[in-house]
Structures are given as structure tokens and as C-alpha cells.
């Protein structure tokens, strides 16, 4: 149990396109989901917390405008990278938390995460 | 935001047992203390969490003092898979938000 899905698993994009990243809990339901990028030998950097049917919630320093995030429904959301440009490369990866009862509480369920590079 | 420090890296060989241990002295009241396990190019995996004392299950044991302001993994006899970076994470819980930082990890190299 508590699977979470992320898709696509690699994308390579031409500078200035939007790209879209799914991430599914595929088992359970998502009170909330959480965006996280990493750069290569780094740790992981929370980008946003959103939960379902609510506006999401970004860190310091991470433009809204430019990762769009929506959380529609208690098991998918997305992260859309819009205007990518070379600098957006990196690993991103989401998590999901659930209902305490359904799944462990307080415990994140990752998902593979999308390796995205931009050209 | 509870900040965690954890050694950067450790050696060790097949078949020892393995101890990393994280520090969190400004941990609140309500947190919780989180394992997961990272191999190149995936997510992270959920090892094991615990509040207080210690806690055990089929891969390792988490010990947390009185205090709460560290707590230690322990991998009992590690083979080459489980090299790894690990991460030690200390949840807050604002509101509806929830404020979560994980510290630079520990890269496990297990050798043969």
C-alpha cells in the first residue's frame, strides 16, 4: 500500500515550453501533497505544500508564477514548469501524506520523481 | 523550523552493523522523527519514524533519547544495497501547513 505515482519519469524540452509533471497516490487518499527539487549531490528543497482544493503553499524564493501547482482532487496533483529555460533542470520529485487511519500519519510517500533538462 | 545535522558521510563494511545519528536540539513538542532512504535518481523511501524511546520493524531500529534532541538509526548487518543517502527528518505541523526540512543527509557506502 500507499503507492504514489509520478509521471513522466524523464523529460527533455526545448527552452521556453511548459511542462506538466502528474503526481498520482495511487492507494490511497492525498490530504496533502508536497513538490520537492533536488540538484545533483544536494538534498531535497520543498518547493510547495498543497492540499487538495486549496491554493498550494510555496517556500521562500520559488516563484509561483513559474511552477504552477494544482491539487483538484484527493489523489493527482501537477507541476507545471512554465517557460522552461535551462536552469529549471533538476530532479523534481513529489510525496504525499494521507488520512491518518488509511496510511501512516506524519509519513510522506514519495514518488519516483521526473528528471527534467532543458536544451 | 526544527534543522537537523547529520554526518555528511560514513564507510562501513558488508555485514556491520551501521549507527547514524541526527541532531535536532530545537525539536517541538509535536514532532515527529523521520528515516528515509534515497538511492541516485529515485525518491525517497520511508525507513522508519518514532516519537520517543525506540522504535524497531524488519529493517532497522530507531533509537531517540529522553530528550528527544537527536536520534540514531540503526541498520543491523548492511550489504552493498543498502548504500545509499540517508536522510533524518523532523516534521512541524503549522496549521494546515506543514513546514518540513530536510538537512544534507548521510551518504552510506557500504564496502565489500
Known amino acids: 500500500g500507499a503507492v504514489v505515482s509520478q509521471h513522466p519519469s524523464r523529460v527533455i524540452c526545448k527552452s521556453g515550453t511548459s511542462v506538466k509533471i502528474e503526481c498520482r497516490s495511487l492507494?490511497?487518499?492525498?490530504?496533502?501533497m508536497f513538490w520537492y527539487r533536488q540538484f545533483p549531490k544536494q538534498s531535497l528543497m520543498l518547493m510547495a505544500t498543497?492540499?487538495?482544493?486549496?491554493?498550494?503553499?510555496?517556500e521562500q524564493g520559488v516563484e509561483k508564477d513559474k511552477f504552477l501547482i494544482n491539487h483538484a482532487s484527493l489523489t493527482l496533483s501537477t507541476l507545471t514548469v512554465t517557460s522552461a529555460h535551462p536552469e529549471d533542470s533538476s530532479f523534481y520529485i513529489c510525496?504525499?501524506?494521507?488520512?491518518?487511519?488509511?496510511?501512516?500519519?506524519?509519513?510522506?510517500?514519495f514518488g519516483a520523481g521526473t528528471r527534467l533538462s532543458v536544451l | 523550523l526544527a534543522k537537523t545535522t547529520q554526518p555528511i558521510s560514513m564507510d562501513s563494511y558488508e555485514g556491520q552493523e551501521v549507527n547514524i545519528t541526527c541532531s535536532h536540539n530545537?525539536?517541538?513538542?509535536?514532532?515527529?522523527i523521520t528515516w528515509y532512504q534515497q538511492f541516485p535518481s529515485q525518491g525517497p523511501r520511508f525507513i522508519i519514524q518514532?516519537?520517543?524511546t525506540k522504535v524497531t520493524n524488519e529493517v532497522a531500529s530507531l533509537f531517540i533519547p529522553a530528550d528527544r534532541k537527536s536520534s540514531t538509526l540503526s541498520l543491523p548487518r548492511v550489504s552493498l544495497s543498502d548504500t545509499a543517502v540517508y536522510y533524518c527528518?523532523?516534521?512541524?505541523?503549522?496549521?494546515?501547513?506543514?513546514?518540513?526540512?530536510f538537512g544534507s543527509g548521510t551518504q552510506l557506502t557500504v564496502l565489500p
Open positions: 510525496s504525499a501524506e494521507g488520512l491518518a487511519g488509511a496510511v501512516a500519519k506524519n509519513i510522506q510517500y
Open positions: 492507494d490511497f487518499q492525498a490530504t496533502t
Open positions: 498543497s492540499n487538495e482544493g486549496s491554493k498550494a503553499t510555496y
Open positions: 530545537n525539536i517541538a513538542t509535536n514532532d515527529y
Open positions: 518514532g516519537y520517543k
Open positions: 527528518l523532523v516534521g512541524e505541523k503549522a496549521g494546515s501547513a506543514r513546514q518540513l526540512t
